[in-house]
């Protein structure tokens, strides 16, 4: 972690340590192991940055005669959240919407990345999507990594690389089980794409 391992030398009659500067709570008990004491970042008690899960939180410590004991505190207001969600699970834009929206909390700013293939091929506008969820959100932010299904697929010659793939990928689509068939539909328009 941010901490040098090297910093640790002395730690023998040491009953916690206290570690600072990092905005997320953290138990970094497990580099320092062989001294067998918590060693933690408590974090800040309110979010500063919205790519810092963890912050929010003070640490309790209370000592006692097997050593010392920490309980992580919530007090901050705000949290923050990373939600991925894979396109491919999503038959409409409603369907998405209401996923997203399970995480709905006013007091959580959440981070969206969509991925995977948009087999049902529904438009993404990810500004009107942010727009329409904005209230159920202290802040919210979508970003649009997935692809279009192709609707149809081109034929290539068999002296280029995307022909030689369509050949194999067509080939394992016609002798796939039903349940495998789905999985090579799919390898086939992400290779494309």
């Known amino acids: ?12 009659n040491i009953d916690y340590v206290a570690l600072g500067h990092w905005h997320s709570m953290q138990d970094c008990s497990e580099y320092y192991k062989e001294f067998s004491i918590p060693v933690w970042y408590s974090g800040s008690p309110e979010l500063v940055a919205s790519d810092q ?3 929010g939180n003070i640490a309790l410590i209370e000592f006692g005669e097997k050593g010392a004991k920490v309980t992580p505190v919530k007090i901050g207001k705000r949290a923050s959240r990373f939600l991925e969600l894979d396109l491919a699970y999503f038959p409409s834009l ?12 006013t007091d959580l700013i959440l981070e969206v990345t969509l991925y995977g293939l948009n087999s049902s091929n529904f438009p993404v506008n990810t500004e009107r ?10 802040h919210i932010r979508i970003f649009d990594k997935s692809h279009l299904a192709l609707t149809e697929i081109p034929d290539y010659s068999d002296a280029l690389i995307q022909g030689q793939f369509l050949k194999i990928m067509r080939k394992k689509i016609k002798e796939a089980k039903d349940e495998e068939k789905k999985i090579y539909e799919d390898a086939l328009q992400v290779g494309l794409m």
């Open 1 to 12: 972690h941010p901490i040098d391992y090297g910093e640790s030398i002395g730690l023998e």
């Open 53 to 55: 899960a963890g912050a």
């Open 94 to 105: 409603e369907d998405l919407k209401k996923t997203i929206l399970e995480s709905a909390d």
């Open 129 to 138: 999507l942010e727009e329409e969820l904005d209230d159920s959100f202290f």
